[in-house]
Nanobody
Framework: QVQLVESGGGLVQAGGSLRLSCAASGRTFSIGGMGWFRQAPGKEREFVAAIRWSTTSTYYADSVKGRFTISRDDAKKTVYLQMDSLKPEDTAVYYC?????????????????WGQGTQVTVSS
């Protein structure tokens, strides 16, 4: 089992930045990839970004490409999501998730471990 704990959410004005962190513990050697998803009220959970743990290859949803950056620190077993140029439509609860390899990075069903979520609110 892998446990995931997110932090770093909050309230920010449009155009601002936030950095989310997701610390993994437990059987972290089993992690093949990590992803960030978000869910706004009344909407389905959607893919935001993912990173392949071994190669650090990254993947992004079109809506965040060029504004968000996913990275990981292997020594700390932590994944980050740097969010710049935030927009009101980025407002959502953000979840990090872990998957064993192989995995389909944009599919929620590919992830076996989920964090508790952290609220991000962008005001206009």
């Amino acid at each position: 089992q892998v446990q995931l704990v997110e932090s770093g959410g909050g309230l920010v004005q449009a155009g601002g930045s936030l950095r989310l962190s997701c610390a993994a513990s437990g059987r972290t050697f089993s992690i093949g990839g990590m992803g960030w998803f978000r869910q706004a009220p009344g909407k389905e959970r959607e893919f935001v970004a993912a990173i392949r743990w071994s190669t650090t290859s990254t993947y992004y949803a079109d809506s965040v490409k060029g504004r968000f950056t996913i990275s990981r620190d292997d020594a700390k077993k932590t994944v980050y999501l740097q969010m710049d140029s935030l927009k009101p439509e980025d407002t959502a609860v953000y979840y990090c998730a872990g998957a064993t390899a192989p995995w389909r990075y944009a599919l929620t069903a590919s992830y076996s471990q989920w964090g508790q979520g952290t609220q991000v609110t962008v005001s206009s």
